[in-house]
């Protein structure tokens, strides 16, 4: 099976240990991310993309690995990468 090769832009959570003043906190903001993959699976709720597919001609079945799961509405931008 073809996958489509995917380029995710999505704001990603963070946190950090610091310890800041109230002021600090006014600068904060979530950060861009940027991953590639192959797009598996989208629906209303999610993306999910993995870095590697492995087909296992012994077994018979594919196998993925690296796979990231972005809430929908995390995502700023889908671009395909491959047609």
Same mark, same amino acid.
């Given at each position: 099976?073809?996958? =489509?090769?995917?380029?995710?832009?999505?704001?990603? &959570?963070?946190?950090?240990?610091?310890?800041?003043?109230? !002021? &600090?906190?006014? /600068?904060?903001?979530?950060?861009?991310?940027? $991953?590639? #993959?192959?797009? +598996?699976?989208?629906?209303? &709720? =999610?993306?999910?993309?993995?870095? !590697? %597919?492995?087909?296992?001609?012994? &077994? /018979? =079945?594919?196998? +993925?690995?690296?796979?990231?799961?972005?809430?929908? #509405? +995390?995502?700023?931008? %889908? =671009?395909?990468? $491959?047609?």
């Amino acid at each position: 099976m073809d996958y =489509k090769l995917v380029e995710v832009t999505w704001l990603d &959570a963070w946190s950090d240990e610091a310890h800041l003043e109230e !002021g &600090a906190l006014v /600068g904060l903001a979530p950060i861009d991310r940027r $991953n590639v #993959g192959f797009l +598996m699976r989208e629906d209303e &709720a =999610k993306v999910i993309i993995t870095q !590697g %597919i492995i087909n296992n001609l012994f &077994a /018979g =079945k594919t196998f +993925m690995d690296g796979i990231v799961v972005i809430p929908r #509405g +995390m995502i700023k931008e %889908i =671009k395909v990468l $491959n047609d």
